[in-house]
């Protein structure tokens, strides 16, 4: 039993390091939820092992180290910040889109806790590292495929992401590679894989290069000067190595130096991501830093245990600044490593956070400084952990953590741990006696692991499936029945659910030629669905959004304008709320006060241009032309003239020859858009002057060739309705 028990946390342990291949397509977010419910049901199976193999055999036990006493810490104070704080529920649970939350974090340090106390000896690290490696280069290989145009881009364009589904995440995995094979690197004596994991090393810094992660490409500059500065400072044995650290650290600054003087030579422009990691300017984190003021208000609000994990968009709605209106509407992130801790575990949330880097340099640096005995690092490893740990923190300045990131960290902590562990005897001492683990204990385990992994894992695991077999139904009954049998897993993704049955739902009831009383069923379990999610997060604003949205698009208006007047209290500042609510009262033919909210939205921040056309659109239908012309200023004539908004009140008020010169001109700037033409044409027999619109589509005819047979349809009907009856 010992051996089978050990083979499946050996498994399991050295299986994690292949997750950044695992992207799940069969899945809603298959970038994330293929990677994580991977993750947990691993770390469930090889933590029932570890249970079994413990109890056979002492030396498999935990041991303590103050960086497991810093873990345990942190955990305790998240889980109570999560309980305590604004919806447990996404704080335990999270959602498919991060899949975070306390129950990654517990697998998180269960995993710490099984590595660490099973990959005791220097071999089995080696082997784990190796592993990790070994994987990272094939990542480099399929993102050097993306550069080479054999492999899609998922984020963006140029910014490579690999199997990882996100720049940023592939960036700091590729941080991480590049001190493990430098740790490799230190820990053989065979040169030619010396020479091996030094080249790995710059692989892995030429992809995350190509990531165009900015923020990563400076950490690892500091973190790189980091190490090299204390192996210069700290060694004394090896005059050598003394004199690679000073070198190193001259390189580094020539190096940087170099790229950032040569930012605007053709080599660094004629590639999109050196140019961007070579644009960094402080200007460019105006919107970092105005969302770290918005997180440092929902510190003061909450400051000892913080809003919970997942919990970031209420302060973020809550003290939103209009002047954010270009960037994305939902921030769930701060995208700071010490206010996203501070929001979600307050002080005591943070401190803890702290205490696990600094347990973990208190052993890797601190003490063998005073205690030669603990020594048990060489000053080279001292210096990479360093590195490392400040790169990983760096980068999260600027950015959010994932999945990988965290298992990696965790075995970082987990390799420091078991060096320094030393045995706790109320714990060693324990003997239990062969029968009680096989009969007893190893069912327990079995069972126990079963029921973890069925109620963790498989209804939301499912759900997600269903969702993405609802978006390939071919039919409104088909999609229907899917979202039946998503809704019915009773996930922990009902709001993700909710919200995409919503959209299909709005789809449905536009679409002409669906029976009345399927439409029906959509919209009334629509509603039925979105209001629960509304009842467990009253508060947040999203949700009143989308669901006043879906009330405007299936003609449910009065309810929409309830649920906004709920919401703007919330959110007073965010435009887009007043957006929605001025749409709202235009439907229902309340002109003024629409006018009234579009021009509140405007005056929150006048430099947002569809705020100033909503309100110069509302000041049509206002017929207030004088604030109409006020807003428009010459900078702003193409945009009026382009905006559909703008145009659909022309002609709800029946500004027909205002159309007609915006139209004329539209056509002029753009002769071979027979679009253009086809509405100067609408346009000019609505005004009853149908020969003009018939020599507009001629003129159309000879200009564009291909409109023929469409614009000679148009002119035959033109001419039927000038026949007398």
Request: aromatic content about 14%; overall charge neutral.
């Amino acid at each position: 039993m010992k051996d089978i028990a050990r083979g499946i946390v050996l498994i399991g342990v050295f299986a994690v390091p292949f997750l950044p291949l695992v992207v799940a397509n069969s899945l809603f977010f298959p970038f994330i939820t293929g990677k994580n419910f991977t993750f947990r049901i691993i770390v469930e199976i090889i933590f029932a092992s570890w249970v079994v193999l413990a109890l056979i055999d002492a030396k498999y036990r935990p041991r303590f180290s103050w960086v497991l006493g810093a873990f345990i810490w942190f955990v305790a104070i998240i889980f109570c910040a999560d309980i305590f704080g604004v919806s447990p529920h996404k704080s335990l649970w999270s959602n498919y889109e991060r899949m975070e939350g306390f129950v990654t974090l517990a697998h998180t340090f269960l995993y710490f806790l099984v590595i660490g106390s099973t990959l005791t000896t220097e071999k089995l690290w080696r082997t784990f590292w190796g592993t990790s490696l070994g994987v990272a280069v094939w990542v480099s290989l399929y993102a050097a495929g993306q550069l080479g145009g054999q492999f899609q881009i998922n984020q963006s364009d140029t910014r490579i992401d690999a199997n990882l589904g996100n720049s940023a995440y592939l960036a700091i995995y590729m941080l991480f590679h590049v001190y493990i094979a430098l740790l490799m690197l230190v820990r053989t004596a065979k040169r030619n894989m010396r020479y091996l994991y030094g080249l790995l090393s710059l692989v892995f810094i030429y992809v995350m290069l190509q990531t165009g992660t900015r923020g990563t490409a400076l950490a690892l500059v500091g973190s790189a000067l980091l190490t090299t500065g204390y192996i210069a400072l700290f060694e004394r044995e090896n005059a050598l190595l003394r004199k690679v650290a000073i070198g190193g650290i001259i390189g580094v600054v020539v190096v940087a130096g170099l790229f950032f003087k040569m930012k605007d030579s053709e080599f660094i422009k004629s590639n999109p991501n050196l140019a961007r990691v070579a644009s960094i300017s402080l200007s460019e984190g105006t919107t970092r830093f105005t969302i770290w003021s918005l997180a440092i208000e929902g510190v003061k609000e909450r400051p000892i245990l913080g809003w919970g994990q997942e919990n970031f968009n209420y302060v973020f709605n809550k003290y939103y600044k209009a002047s954010l209106y270009s960037q994305e509407p939902w921030f769930d992130r701060v995208h700071n490593l010490v206010f996203d801790w501070l929001i979600a575990g307050g002080i005591l949330g943070f401190l803890a956070y702290l205490f696990l880097y600094g347990s973990t340099l208190y052993y890797a640096l601190v003490r063998p400084l005073y205690a030669k005995y603990a020594d048990t690092f060489t000053v080279t490893e001292r210096g990479l952990i360093l590195g490392v740990l400040a790169g990983y923190v760096a980068h999260n300045l600027l950015v959010f953590d994932n999945l990988i990131s965290y298992t990696i960290f965790a075995a970082i902590l987990a390799m420091v741990h078991s060096r320094v562990a030393e045995k706790v005897p109320a714990i060693d001492d324990v003997v239990v006696e062969d029968t009680i683990i096989k009969n007893i204990v190893a069912p327990t385990a079995l069972v126990l692991a079963i029921g973890t992994i069925y109620l963790v894992n498989i209804p939301s695991l499912n759900a997600a499936s269903d969702l993405i077999k609802a978006f390939q139904a071919k039919t409104p009954d088909a999609q229907y029945a899917e979202f039946d049998t998503a809704f019915s897993r009773n996930s922990f993704a009902h709001q993700e659910i909710s919200e995409q049955f919503a959209r299909i739902s709005q789809s449905v009831f536009q679409a002409p030629g669906v029976d009345q009383a399927i439409k029906d069923k959509f919209t009334s379990r629509s509603e039925e669905e979105l209001m629960k999610q509304l009842e467990e997060t009253p508060d947040d604003v999203r949700i009143m959004v989308f669901l006043s949205s879906y009330y405007r698009s299936t003609g449910q208006v009065d309810k929409a304008i309830e649920v906004l007047e709920r919401a703007i209290p919330l959110s007073p500042e965010k435009q887009q709320v007043h957006f929605e609510l001025g749409l709202a009262l235009l439907q229902k033919g309340r002109t003024a006060e629409a006018f009234d909210r579009f021009r509140i939205a405007y005056e929150l921040e006048p430099a947002n241009e569809q705020a100033r056309m909503f309100y110069a659109a509302a000041a049509i239908y206002a017929g207030d032309m004088a604030v109409r012309d006020e807003l428009i200023t010459p900078e702003y004539v193409a945009a009026y003239n382009t905006n559909d908004f703008i145009l659909r009140a022309l002609y709800d008020v029946k500004r027909y020859d205002e159309l007609v010169a915006i139209f004329e001109g539209r056509v002029a700037a753009n002769p071979n858009d027979p679009q253009n033409r086809v509405s100067l044409a609408a346009i000019q027999r609505q005004i009853g002057n149908t020969d003009a619109a018939i020599k507009t589509l001629e003129q159309a005819i000879i200009d564009i060739p291909s409109f023929k047979q469409q614009g000679e349809q148009f002119i035959t009907q033109l001419k039927a309705d000038q026949t007398p009856q």
